[in-house]
């Protein structure tokens, strides 16, 4: 059974940071797209980052831009989200998915087939 799984949610101040990881099972994570969405309370999910199969391009979302690295590693079969600079809009509950992810000049989107549990992130002092 395909599954992934979220680890390395927790609370911190602002300012501070967190990295976490997504372990893939079952498949072999360097084959696909993988992706970091973020719900926070009260608004739509968001599309904070993305490693295309391969691991040559990401994507991240503006609001994130300069603050998360995303990376793989593929002996592991780990997708891990290096967050710096946590800020309280940080604060939501942060999934990985596997799918394909379409990036422009204007965004990106993703059509997912296999979601994490999720974990939680939040920034507050």
């Known amino acids: 059974e395909d599954q992934l799984v979220e680890s390395g949610g927790g609370m911190v101040q602002p300012g501070g940071s967190l990295t976490l990881s997504c372990a893939a099972s079952g498949f072999i994570c360097s084959s696909y797209d993988v992706s970091w969405v973020r719900q926070g309370p009260g608004v739509g999910p968001e599309l904070v980052s993305a490693?295309?199969?391969?691991?040559?391009?990401?994507y991240y979302a503006d609001s994130v831009k300069g603050r998360f690295t995303i990376s793989r590693d593929n002996a592991k079969n780990i997708v891990y989200l290096q967050m710096n600079s946590l800020k309280p809009e940080d604060t939501a509950l942060y999934y990985c998915a596997r799918g394909e992810v379409v990036i422009t000049p204007q965004g990106a989107t993703g059509e997912y087939d296999l979601w994490g549990q999720g974990t939680q992130v939040t920034a507050s002092s």
């Open positions: 490693i295309v199969a391969g691991g040559g391009s990401t």
